[in-house]
């Protein structure tokens, strides 16, 4: 018999993603924010422009049938790393997740913090009221597409979780997570084995960039590494290879294929999302 403590951490673990969403097998939506105050695209169009967007894209993705939401702050490229995220960036976006979670509280909400918010990630889903975080780097090291160098965030960010009584928060982490190289040695296998060591809900999976999906084998590998963690996938995924994905995953999160034909920028087709929904079961 495991002594208590490590009982209630085996607790707080999902053992499935029918736990949270209405399906085991969920596709999940990216609400991607227009660039926040402090980014170089933002232009003084002030925070009733982004909700108004970030609304309009997170009803569309619910009527389209998407199981779950992800607020995430795409367009504050070129991002900043770990613990370097400004303030200004971070209150604006829990202020449009909070808009989000009022106008579609049916489904379960996530928040992505690029690149790797950590603690402030935290912070943003809490004052949303959100149900899950995706963590780019929760285990090991590695450099982001700008130059940073960046470190996993578990020790802090499970220990600020934990003192701010938000352990219902779930952790999806980022395994070989898309615009980064990982420290040399930190291959597939070993990073999972961190990732799941320390607590993490769910692992997802991505391809080299955002919209390039994943190797097929890279997936199957995963699979075969996560043993009952169940796989997401993280980029990439379109209606006409979904299925093949959606063979060896427990879900998806989307986003560049179901945009306004096909362009990330666009705002959320419904009708795309309907055929990727349709796509995936």
């Known amino acids: 018999m495991a002594p208590p403590w490590k009982e209630r951490l085996d607790a707080l673990r999902m053992t499935h993603l029918g736990e949270m969403f209405t399906t085991p097998r969920p596709v999940i939506g990216m609400v991607h924010c227009w660039p926040l105050p402090g980014a170089p695209g933002y232009r003084g169009y002030g925070m009733a422009t982004i909700i108004e967007q970030a609304v309009r894209d997170a009803t569309a993705l619910a009527e389209g049938g998407c199981h779950g939401l992800i607020v995430e702050n795409m367009w504050d490229i070129p991002f900043r790393a770990g613990p370097h995220v400004q303030p200004e960036s971070i209150a604006a976006h829990a202020v449009v997740a909070r808009a989000v979670r009022e106008a579609v509280p049916e489904l379960p909400l996530g928040i992505n913090l690029v690149h790797n918010g950590g603690v402030a990630l935290l912070a943003i889903a809490i004052a949303a009221g959100a149900d899950f975080i995706r963590v780019c780097m929760f285990t090991g090291a590695g450099v982001w597409d700008a130059g940073s160098w960046d470190e996993g965030c578990a020790a802090d960010l499970l220990r600020r979780r934990t003192e701010l009584e938000a352990e219902s928060i779930k952790i999806f982490a980022d395994v070989d997570k898309k615009h980064s190289v990982r420290f040399p040695g930190i291959d597939l296998a070993t990073h999972i084995e961190w990732t799941r060591f320390f607590g993490a809900d769910a692992l997802i999976v ?73 796509a995936a079961r």
């Not at 980029?235 to 427990?250: K, L, V, W």
């Open 206 to 278: 991505s391809g080299r960039m955002t919209g390039d999906a994943p190797d097929l084998a890279k997936l199957r590998e995963a699979r075969h590494l996560a043993g009952t963690t169940p796989i997401l996938l993280g980029s990439g995924t379109d209606e006409h290879n979904i299925g093949a994905f959606m063979a060896i995953a427990d879900g998806v999160i989307v986003g560049s294929s179901i945009k306004g034909d096909g362009a990330i920028a666009n705002p959320v087709d419904v009708e795309r999302v309907r055929r990727f929904v349709n």
